[in-house]
Structures are given as structure tokens and as C-alpha cells.
């Protein structure tokens, strides 16, 4: 690499990128977050780079959480403020990476880029692909211009939008509607930005501030459509005390729902609650119909959608701006 006068700043929070397993021969057998991230990036030995490491948490991203969250949130946004900061990598176990990667996307206001990575195997295991990953992660962060928030694994760049986690084993675990092979990334960071501009965006109208003080979280779940499904998890939710305020539903299809689920959810709406509807397929995007009674439509996959819709009633209440629903 050559000397580059800026800095870039990794902050850990944990996932298999950080795992090690007590007998590398077995190596399936790991626990997540276990390595701190200061580790991982001295064991790349990085030549010509001012590099920064920060263990914001170390847990498996099971537990992913919007406490963690916020905590992140506040690093990024206290290391992105500094001038000679180029660019900050995040690394992150890959269960939920796709969830934090909208959050960050949605909420960040800035343009410097900042790349989500992880791995699919512990950093002892013997064909670990976590040092090439965040290598490729530090390489895209140092270099001059802004991509904004995107994600890095198996030499692709990937756009936070449609971003999914495909397989569960295979280290080509993630997919996207338009991957960018990292080298061709790097050299045009200006035609990167632009081709991901393409992909739908997720602005949520609140500042950072404003989240970091959250205490109380709005209660979003998220429901499937399936054979058999007849809505009564949802009847039952909505009748009890703490119902939630708004439901994602994971539709089949183009966001279809059985009569049972629909007649569930209407009543969830009629009591007040949100009700946005995805689709359980990893690629197409909801398309809303003429005389739908749940209008709310999503292109995210289920579990983002959850996120930024959790975001948008949390920008409402504290706008405290009536009836308006900000579009996810
Ligand atoms: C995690 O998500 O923290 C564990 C799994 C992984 O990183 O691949």
C-alpha cells in the first residue's frame, strides 16, 4: 500500500471475523467475537496506513441489539467527524450484518464511506477468509472520495439496499442486485457511489442525536405468510396489553397474504398499528395494487424493512407529527 497521510478507523463488534476456535482442526467449532479487532488488523501488518482500532462490542450478531447499535452509532459518528478520518470499517458477524448495514445507511447523514465486513470462518480455521475480507474493507476505506455505507465480502462491494445473506456456509455467503468486484471499486470510488445511487434509499428524518438518546424502543414484529397461516399470532398480539405498534409481514409472492393473515393484520390496522408488507423472496420487490387494504409496501427484505420501519415511528413520535407516515 502506499503512504497515505489519513486515517482509517476499524471498529470490532464481534461475529466469526473475531471467532477462534479452541482447536483449530475443528474449527466449526468456534465462539464468535472472541479476537479483539486491534488483533485482527495488527495480523494484516497494513503498510503506509494510520490505523485506528476500536472494540465497540464482541458479541455473536445473534444478539444484535439497539443498544450495541447506539453504541456503534456514537463511535462512528465521534471518528467520522475528524477530518483526516478517510473512511471507517466496521466488522461484524455476518447473521445480522445486513441489518446494521440499512440501519447505518438510513441514519448516517455523511457521505464518507464506511464498509461493513465479516467472515464465514473463525480466524484460526484454516481457509479463514476474514484477513482478505477486512484487507479488501481497509483498502476501500483509505481510498480518497466517499462511497457512503457499503458492505465488502468475498472480493465484491455490495450496496446496503439489497443486501441479503444467501447461504449459510459457503464464504460467497452474501448476494446483492449489483455487486462491484472490489479492485474496479477502489480505482472509481465516483462510479461506484453512482451506480449504487440507483438502488432504492431509506433516509429516516431524525438526527443521530436524537437516536443515541433513545431509551424505549417501539415494538415492530415481523410475521410470515406460509401454507396454513391463519393470523392467529397476530390476533392474539393485538389483544394483548403491549401490542405492537407496527408489524412487517413477509408476504409470499409479491407481498400476498392468506385470507387469515390479512383479516389479522387489517384489525392490527384499524387499531392503529403499521403494517408493511415485504416479500419472503430474496430478489424482486413489492409492487402495491389498486384497492390493496394494506398499502404499505417495502422493497427491502423482511428483516431490514423491520429495521427502518422501527426508525420511521421513531422519527414520528419524536417529530410528534400526527398522522404523516414517513415512507420507509
Ligand atoms: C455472527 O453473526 O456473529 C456469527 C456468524 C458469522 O459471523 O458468520
Known sequence: MT???????????????????????QAHQYRAGEVAVGDLVKALA??????????VARID??????????????????????????????????DTLEETAILLHSLLKGDKTVVITGAMRAANAPDCDGPVNLQDAIRLAATPGRAGVVAVFAGHVHAPASLTKLDCQSLRAFASSDPVPIEPAIEN???????????????VDMDVSAFLQVTAWP????VHNHAAQDGWLVR?????????????????????????LEDALIQAQEKGAWVWRTSRCPWGSVQAQRGDRLSQVCALNPCKARVVVTLA?????LKQQGLARPLP
Open 3 to 25: 503512504e497515505n497521510k489519513s486515517r482509517v478507523v476499524v471498529l470490532g463488534t464481534g461475529g466469526t471475523i473475531a471467532g477462534w476456535a479452541p482447536d483449530p482442526k
Open 46 to 55: 497494513p503498510q503506509g496506513l494510520h490505523i485506528e482500532t476500536e472494540d
Open 61 to 94: 450478531s445473534k444478539n444484535m441489539n439497539w443498544t450495541v447499535w447506539q453504541q456503534l452509532v456514537a463511535r462512528l459518528t465521534y471518528w467520522l467527524a475528524h477530518d483526516d478520518v478517510q473512511g471507517v470499517v466496521v466488522t461484524h458477524g455476518t
Open 189 to 203: 470510488l465516483t462510479a461506484l457511489r453512482e451506480r449504487f445511487s440507483g438502488q432504492p434509499d431509506h433516509p
Open 219 to 222: 415494538r415492530v414484529e415481523l
Open 236 to 260: 392474539t398480539l393485538i389483544a394483548s396489553p403491549d401490542a405492537p405498534e407496527a408489524w412487517v409481514v413477509a408476504g409470499t409472492g409479491n407481498g400476498t397474504l392468506s385470507q387469515g
Open 313 to 317: 415511528l421513531l422519527a414520528l413520535a
